[in-house]
């Protein structure tokens, strides 16, 4: 079956420093790959998404993320922090046939320090 | 843009009482879906609906049920609540495409539920 990991649950990131967000997937075909972030107490914002093609994708805020299938990661990167990125950000991946939905990981609660 | 607005922020229900969470999408999607939103545990679906009065139960479907009369519209309820479903509940739509692992979903901003 398909599964999402997020193996940090919290991480503190200074401003101005580079962020590096791991996400770790499960799929047994081409995965579908997506990056949200909510806002303390706002629902989901779509930051970038992966169907194919280049493996660097870029988002919106200044993010990006790659896909590498040897390692089974999409990782989220952006390389300046602003205190504004404290939220809390998902990784998903879809399910794997038309009419499904999407499979979240866990979620990784970043703090950004002054 | 697309929008997706659920009726309330905030809801404060007693335990027994049926309760109703709204949703509503401008954007003429074709599917929607409910998620609960727990600490540690990240998002997990209690239904879809990918038509007007058809529904799919998700991974957590018990104590819930839902109502899809119009597309526009995905109604959440709650049968009789229990303290167990004190949660943020998401609400979230997208479009059926040919290609449908592009199905991009969007949500509302959540319903923060608090049963009593």
């Known amino acids: 079956a398909q599964s999402v990991t997020q193996p940090d649950i919290h991480i503190t990131v200074s401003e101005g420093a580079s962020l590096e967000l791991r996400c770790n997937y499960s799929?047994?075909?081409?995965?579908?790959l997506f990056w949200y972030v909510q806002s303390p107490g706002q629902g989901l914002q779509l930051l970038l998404k992966y169907f194919s093609g280049d493996t660097l994708v870029q988002g919106i805020k200044g993010f990006e993320a790659e896909f590498k299938r040897s390692q089974s990661s999409f990782n989220l990167r952006k390389p300046s922090v602003h205190w504004s990125d404290a939220a809390e950000y998902f990784c998903?991946?879809?399910?794997?046939?038309?009419?499904?939905?999407?499979?979240f990981g866990k979620g990784t609660t970043l703090s950004v320090s002054s | 843009d697309v929008k997706v607005t659920q009726s309330s922020r905030y809801l404060v229900k007693r335990t027994g009482e049926k309760v109703f969470l709204e949703c509503v999408q401008d954007m003429d999607h074709e599917n929607m879906f409910w998620y609960r939103q727990d600490p540690g545990l990240g998002l997990r679906l209690i239904y879809f609906?990918?038509?007007?009065?058809?529904?799919e139960k998700g991974d957590i479907p018990e104590g819930y049920s839902v109502s899809r009369e119009k597309k526009e519209r995905f109604s959440l309820i709650l049968e009789s609540a229990s303290t167990n479903q004190t949660s943020m509940y998401l609400c979230?739509?997208?479009?059926?495409?040919?290609?449908?692992?592009?199905?991009?979903?969007?949500f509302g901003p959540g319903t923060r539920l608090l049963v009593l």
């Open positions: 609906s990918y038509d007007v009065k058809m529904k």
């Open positions: 979230a739509s997208s479009p059926i495409l040919q290609a449908w692992y592009q199905e991009t979903q969007y």
């Open positions: 998903a991946v879809v399910g794997n046939q038309a009419g499904t939905a999407l499979i």
């Open positions: 799929y047994g075909a081409t995965p579908y």
